[in-house]
């Protein structure tokens, strides 16, 4: 599959299940990977689902406005890097954030986050 749509199926998903049943998320890590969440590191599938279904807020919308990528070079995966906005319900502003994942493919074919760093934009 091309790269470009790789990093494209990947964002709508990923954002569209934190948008609706965080939880969900939970297969697309491992272990191994590692969050880091506006500066604090949180590392396995469970302590990552654990802090995105305790965040302070039940229902938001992201809206993505850019998305970039590159091969890794590592075991074949890819960087994944992402701008856009955060909705959440009842605020009127949104929050402007930048997202990059660093994706590795699995034996069965699709891929998992290894690497995850989430910022929001402060102007």
């Known amino acids: ?3 470009d749509a790789l990093a494209k199926a990947f964002v709508e998903h990923y954002y569209s299940t934190f948008d609706t049943n965080r939880g969900g998320l939970a ?3 491992q272990e191994g990977s590692m969050l880091t969440f506006e500066g604090q590191k949180i590392q ?3 302590n990552i689902v654990a802090k995105l279904t305790s965040l ?3 229902q938001c919308h992201h809206t993505i406005s850019t998305v970039d990528c590159q091969p890794s070079g590592v075991n074949a ?3 994944v890097f992402v701008s856009g906005n955060l909705q959440l319900v009842g605020e009127q502003h949104t929050l402007k954030f930048s997202q990059m994942f660093h994706l590795i493919p699995t034996p069965q074919g699709s891929y998992y986050v290894l690497n995850d760093i989430f910022r929001l934009n402060y102007a």
């Open 1 to 3: 599959m091309d790269p």
């Open 27 to 29: 297969n697309l890590y």
């Open 44 to 46: 396995g599938a469970s």
């Open 77 to 79: 995966g890819m960087l």
């Open 56 to 58: 302070p807020f039940q």
